[in-house]
């Protein structure tokens, strides 16, 4: 069985080909995923994606959603992970009521500004971890056991894997920083010190970190549908149509649920495909 994990940061498993824009170690392959998947159509039988979709603008979704879909054979699984809009809202109402009626209760009120920021922060930051990060770094601004249980492994930063950098992957990124800092002298002599902080916000808008959308299971197994997709569901961390998908632990670290905020949902390639697949696929497999 060969399966794929896209946008796999510093959790992704052996057994699985791991591809991301930027290869946290020399297992993953590093590509511009917004060229497309570099596989040929039907190489996969499963595809995953974790905490990828919400960071694309819509139409970049489902141009991505379109690529796993190519790549997957016929009968293939897609499986997608985000942040879970239901689920957040329904907190965030749940501790605007606790809040509203605590008599200025601080525990009471904490949770609440926290779910306030699990609802905006992300994609309205002007600075890299914005309010959420300051926040997590001030464990008596909220009580740390209700953040670990809204965001699990990223708040103790527990990953599956420590960066482990290649000479080559150091020295790019070295190059990178110094071009960034040229570009930002120039800006700053050209159009001084607004220029210079517009031009550090517009590149950390485009770093990634940002949310450009969030998902609900409505709104993400419709456009799964839209797209040509057969039996969306949400599931378990645990459960998978992909065969022993949490042996590789890869929403799961032993009985904890690495992000559980998120919403898992599926949907399978249909076998008789009436959308053809990108006929440039073979063009892209290098």
């Not at 080559?168 to 159009?191: E, G």
Request: glycine content about 6%.
């Amino acid at each position: 069985m060969k399966l794929l994990n896209v946008g796999c940061g510093r959790c992704y498993h052996p057994a699985w080909t791991n591809i991301d824009l930027v290869a946290a170690t020399p297992e993953v392959r590093a590509y511009d995923l917004r060229r497309g998947l570099p596989y040929a159509d039907h190489s996969f039988d499963g595809v995953y994606h974790s905490h990828v979709l919400e960071h694309l603008s819509p139409d970049a979704a489902r141009s991505m959603l379109r690529e796993c879909r190519r790549v997957l054979s016929p009968g293939g699984v897609l499986r997608v992970v985000v942040p879970d809009l239901e689920g957040i809202t329904q907190q965030y109402l749940q501790t605007l009521h606790q809040a509203d009626l605590s008599d200025g209760d601080p525990e009471s009120l904490a949770k609440h500004r926290w779910m306030t920021l699990e609802l905006i922060d992300q994609m309205t930051r002007q600075s890299s971890g914005g309010l959420m990060g300051q926040t997590i770094r001030q464990p008596e601004a909220t009580p740390t056991e209700f953040i670990e249980s809204r965001l699990g492994h990223q708040v103790s930063g527990n990953a599956k894997v420590k960066n482990r950098k290649t000479i080559a992957m150091r020295v790019t990124r070295c190059l990178s920083d110094a071009r960034k800092q040229l570009a930002l002298a120039a800006v700053t002599l050209i159009d001084g010190s607004s220029g210079r902080a517009a031009y550090r916000e517009g590149r950390f808008r485009q770093s990634g970190e940002i949310h450009r959308w969030m998902y609900d299971r409505v709104s993400l197994g419709r456009l799964l549908v839209e797209l040509g997709f057969d039996a969306p569901r949400p599931c378990r961390a645990e459960e998978s149509r992909i065969h022993h998908f949490d042996s590789y632990q890869l929403d799961r670290d032993g009985e904890s649920i690495r992000k559980p905020d998120s919403l898992f949902f599926e949907a399978v390639k249909p076998i008789a495909s009436a959308v053809p697949a990108s006929s440039e696929s073979a063009a892209r497999a290098a």
